[in-house]
């Protein structure tokens, strides 16, 4: 073989191994995000290292957690004196967004300000927030959908109600000087459609806002 056919078959060969250096890569950029598997650019989902745009987003929703409990609306003319926050929506948006983890996160340190105010409520609000959007947020990772979303929050609204009417029999007469009995028969017509009322409006809300939402975190990042 002469010189110049060698080093002609030299480059060839060299393009070829270019060429298939190339194509993972550009397959690899057209990936799609997903936020709870890991995928996300901003390093926020339950896996791998907290960076600092992960802190940033969990302290973020924290404090979209804090505020949004901080509004008080009553709802059911019944009871004027039970009021609805919002801040479980937060929770279970944070959940979808970002996974269990942060479901857990924001749940917990959304109600931080109240436990200096009203801990016994304070304890109620935290339990019913990570009893609705963790099982949600559980859900929605293994099938991330429209209708995994309505899975994980039909099941997250039924371990919350229940979470809620044992919480309320247990804790509510340590500091409403009421006894179990008094808070017992709250539950049918109070407790109950109060609650139900309240998770409805979480899951409408955050089935109406989620998806907008991830889209705008996945275009920023």
């Known amino acids: 073989m002469s010189q110049s056919s060698a080093m002609q078959s030299h480059t060839d060969s060299d393009r070829s191994t270019a060429a298939a250096t190339e194509t993972p890569t550009a397959h690899t950029a057209n990936r799609p995000t997903d936020h709870a598997v890991g995928a996300h650019s901003t390093g ?12 940033a987003m969990y302290a973020l ?16 003319p019944a009871a004027p004196w039970l009021k609805y926050d919002p801040s479980g929506i937060v929770c279970l948006v944070a959940g979808f967004a970002f996974g269990p983890y942060a479901a857990a996160i924001v749940s917990i340190l959304g109600f931080l300000p109240h436990v200096f105010t009203s801990p016994w409520g304070a304890l109620m609000g935290m339990l019913v927030a990570l009893a609705i959007s ?8 293994r099938k991330r959908t429209r209708r995994g979303a309505m899975t994980g929050m039909a099941l997250g609204m039924v371990i919350a109600l229940v979470v809620a009417l044992i919480s309320n029999l247990l804790v509510t007469p340590l ?8 808070v017992a028969a709250m539950i049918v017509p109070i407790l109950l459609p ?7 409006i979480h899951a409408v809300v955050t089935f109406l806002i989620y998806k907008p939402i991830t889209t705008l975190l996945d275009h920023a990042a």
């Open 175 to 182: 500091y409403a000087h009421m006894t179990v009995a008094q």
């Open 61 to 76: 929703f924290v404090a979209l957690a804090m505020a949004a409990s901080l509004i008080e609306l009553p709802i059911f």
């Open 134 to 141: 963790v099982p949600a947020s559980l859900v929605y990772r």
């Open 194 to 200: 109060f609650n139900l009322l309240k998770f409805a």
């Open 44 to 55: 926020v989902a339950d896996h791998g290292r907290w960076s600092t745009r992960r802190i």
